[in-house]
């Protein structure tokens, strides 16, 4: 559903990615893993249209991203960012919007509200609804956030360290929402992750980027000691408990 052929984007001179290569189907639930500033970000950007290639194509069902209209395209793509401004709006109105794409008039049909009623249960936000962005915590920003992209309902939800102003216990019920949506809606779900552990629990496919380029990508078969050594520089070690596998690093005695 969703191939990425030979992408290359720079930043002017400065060359962020080179032939990148990958496809992903309807209901994976696929983790973009690496060091900071390898360019996973930039990789979402382009998947979303927000920046543009040097090169490569992105296609959706087959069909070239650039050639979407923007509405098209916000029915097939939803991209959460990393760091996000806040209007003076509700936690309800905020989730609304993310409906925008399916509004056939100027008054939001029973479908429009129904989503966001939904939305704001699955993510556990019908005590805040009516309160102002501003108004509550980063977390639950986060959350809302998430939610908006959610309702948009789209074939491709794209998210840059969703879970990265989380508490553990919200970390996890967020990745397990997004879990359900990639099992249960069919989803492909495309997360840029830091906790290689989390990833690794939820994510079916997992896509190492370093020096500009794909370093390895895979199943579990990729979750390896000397494979995510080189990615981050640092010595780990992978270890299985029962069925899970661990990636801990080894860290010297100071
Ligand atoms: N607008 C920009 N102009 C110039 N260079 C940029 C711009 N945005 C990002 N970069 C550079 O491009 C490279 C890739 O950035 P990107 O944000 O994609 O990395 P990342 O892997 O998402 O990092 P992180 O894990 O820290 O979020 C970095 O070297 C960054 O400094």
């Not at 992903?24 to 639930?29: L, N, Q, V």
């Not at 249209?49 to 395209?73: E, T």
């Not at 409906?99 to 129904?114: N, V, Y």
Request: proline residues 3%; contains cysteine.
């Amino acid at each position: 559903m969703l191939k990425v052929d030979n992408l290359e984007f720079s930043f002017k001179d400065f060359q962020v990615l080179n032939g990148i290569c990958f496809e992903a189907r309807r209901g994976e639930f696929v983790s973009i893993l690496g060091n900071n500033g390898a360019g996973k970000s930039t990789l979402l950007k382009c998947i979303a249209r927000l920046l543009k290639p040097k090169s490569g194509v992105v296609l959706i069902d087959g069909k070239d991203a650039n050639s979407f209209s923007l509405h098209q395209l916000s029915k097939s793509v939803a991209y959460v960012p990393q760091r996000y401004t806040t209007n003076r709006i509700t936690v309800y109105e905020a989730i609304l919007l993310g409906r925008k794409p399916h509004f056939t008039g100027l008054i939001p049909s029973s479908e429009d509200l129904e989503k966001v009623e939904m939305a704001l249960d699955i993510f556990g936000l019908k005590h805040l609804a009516f309160r102002y962005l501003d108004e509550i915590s980063g977390g639950e920003l986060q959350k809302v956030v998430i939610a908006r992209a959610f309702v948009q309902e789209p074939k491709v939800l794209l998210l840059d360290e969703p879970i990265n102003n989380l508490d553990l216990k919200n970390q996890i019920e967020v990745l397990k929402i997004l879990k359900r949506l990639s099992m249960q809606e069919g989803i492909l779900v495309i997360v840029i992750l830091h906790d290689l552990n989390l990833a690794i629990r939820f994510s079916d496919w997992f896509i190492f980027i370093k020096d500009r380029k794909i370093f390895a990508s895979g199943g579990k078969e990729v979750i390896r000691a000397d494979i995510i050594s080189k990615v981050y520089g640092i010595d780990v070690k992978v270890e299985k408990h029962g069925d899970e596998i661990f990636v801990v690093p080894i860290v010297a005695a100071i």
